[in-house]
T-cell receptor, first 112, second 112 residues
């Protein structure tokens, strides 16, 4: 079963604009990870944020985590056409199990 | 390139048949995870192995089985295939449990 719910399901922006994607989850987590997938290809890990962290940066990516609201957001600044892809949030629940539970994904289109 | 390899890239077979998907984890990674991605179910965790032993099971059908060998490569066996088994099958690996998982390029299975 899927835990994460991303919002919006699809996003279309102009190159240079910022893209904000949101994810909500249901259970207590150890960490939350964001992945990118280009059209039917492999999943590329973007960033991992632990449950005791509130914000993390990596290049043009900024991730926030609010464990009280069980939500996370991914911000891509100064978007490029090459950012066009599907983005997934995935959680690792608290406990011994280290499997990833994915949301349904957000389709981001960046228009040149 | 994540360092995780999967073979074959594509597989076309008929209902009722049996196939084996292979995964080689990144060098030094002890844990291997299998995921299925389909249009209706999204990304679902199937099974995890750690250093040769099954560690966690997800939504894996009884017709499916997996193993991890002493050299740490893993195989996912799918038998009595049905049309609904058509999907992308990913494997992922990591060194430390509950940390970033690195995904292979996937095997696209089409059951006709």
């Amino acid at each position: 079963s899927q835990q994460g719910e991303e919002d919006p399901q699809a996003l279309s922006i102009q190159e240079g604009e910022n893209a904000t994607m949101n994810c909500s989850y249901k259970t207590s987590i150890n960490n939350l990870q964001w992945y990118r997938q280009n059209s039917g290809r492999g999943l590329v890990h973007l960033i991992l944020i632990r449950s005791n962290e509130r914000e993390k940066h990596s290049g043009r990516l900024r991730v926030t985590l609010d464990t009280s609201k069980k939500s996370s957001s991914l911000l891509i600044t100064a978007s490029r056409a090459a950012d066009t892809a599907s983005y997934f949030c995935a959680t690792v629940e608290t406990g011994a199990n280290s499997k990833l539970t994915f949301g349904k994904g957000i389709t981001l289109s960046v228009r040149p | 390139d994540s360092g995780v390899t999967q073979t074959p890239k594509h597989l076309i077979t008929a209902t009722g048949q049996r196939v084996t998907l292979r995964c080689s984890p990144r060098s030094g990674d002890l844990s291997v995870y299998w995921y299925q991605q389909s249009l209706d179910q999204g990304l679902q965790f199937l099974i995890q192995y750690y250093n040769g032993e099954e560690r966690a099971k997800g939504n894996i059908l009884e017709r499916f089985s997996a193993q991890q060998f002493p050299d740490l490569h893993s195989e996912l066996n799918l038998s009595s295939l049905e049309l609904g088994d058509s999907a992308l099958y990913f494997c992922a690996s990591n060194r430390e449990l509950q940390e970033t998982q690195y995904f292979g390029p996937g095997t696209r299975l089409l059951v006709l």
